[in-house]
């Protein structure tokens, strides 16, 4: 039972980290960027989320509502002023800039909110459960991979059925020629991430309930979410939804072995995926 009961909070855990890659891949597949700085978008987003209960004294998920409009108009303009000068076939700008725009954001967070670990207080959503036989399922972690699947299913359906979700796919297949048919490609990359860091909002306040929180797990939290996107396969949606559940699965196994195993076997269960399937389990097709 205890094996079980380790696979089903694997499963569960590996909806935050499908959040957490949600965003990256959401930007890779549009406009090929690797964002270094990803991971304290995160954490950045968790300290909105924080500000905001303070301040208007509401619950962490209602303060959801103000955080995700403040991440996306954060991303689009952080795409449209300095991202899109960065974006061309050399992959070194974007990579430089993005790693000292995480730089900055740790040092800017350090300033305002201190090295102390803080936590989004949810209340009794924390501790409450749902019992199914002998196994007791936390209503927070179930809570969090609903809202992952949901996500990443709207943005599958916006993909595929909307007109930003073509006008994604056109900039993605050919940028020149999507520039030719009248789409306006710094626009729609400031779009998509905008997009990418609403996403990031949601991933920041969920972690924020979860767990403590300081400036300095960006990195960690950079880590994970790009492990899920290469496992699923860069760029697939519902790929970096299997990713985080293998992840989450491979940690959550590790600890009943041994708790000190837990982040280990995650990293060993990806780099023997990756020896095997560089390209990840489902790499987007181009075209």
Avoid at 123 to 143: C, Q, R, Y
Avoid at 152 to 162: D, E, G, K
Avoid at 217 to 226: D, E, H, S, V
Wanted: with cysteine; aromatic share 8%; charged share 10%.
């Amino acid at each position: 039972m205890d094996w079980i009961n380790a696979l089903i909070q694997g499963i569960l855990l590996g909806g935050l980290y499908a959040l957490f890659a949600a965003g990256l891949s959401l930007i890779f597949g549009v406009m090929r960027l690797v964002n270094i700085a990803h991971g304290d978008l995160i954490v950045l987003a968790a300290y909105l989320g924080l500000s905001v209960t303070i301040m208007l004294g509401i619950h962490p998920l209602l303060a959801m509502f103000a955080v995700v409009p403040m991440m996306a108009a954060i991303g689009y303009v952080l795409q449209r002023g300095i991202l899109n000068k960065t974006l061309g076939d050399d992959l070194l700008p974007p990579l430089l800039v993005t790693f000292g725009l995480s730089v900055i954001i740790q040092n800017v967070l350090l300033e305002v909110y201190s090295a102390d670990p803080q936590k989004l207080d949810a209340g009794t959503l924390e501790i409450a459960s749902i019992s199914v036989g002998d196994l007791s399922i936390g209503v927070l972690p179930l809570l969090t991979f609903g809202i992952a699947v949901a996500i990443i299913a709207s943005l599958h359906w916006m993909f595929y059925h909307t007109s930003l979700g073509r006008s994604f796919r056109a900039v993605s297949d050919n940028q020149d020629i999507a520039q030719l048919m009248g789409l306006n490609r710094r626009h729609i990359f400031g779009l998509a991430m905008a997009l990418a860091l609403a996403v990031t909002a949601v991933a920041g306040v969920m972690l924020g309930v979860r767990t403590n929180f300081d400036p300095s797990i960006g990195g960690a939290r950079l880590i994970f979410g790009f492990e899920a996107v290469i496992i699923g396969g860069l760029g697939n949606l519902w790929g970096t939804l299997v990713g985080g559940i293998i992840l989450g699965v491979a940690q959550t196994l590790g600890a009943q072995i041994n708790p000190g195993w837990q982040l280990l076997a995650g990293h060993i269960t990806f780099l023997c995926i990756i020896a095997f399937k560089p390209r990840g389990f489902f790499p987007r097709v181009s075209g």
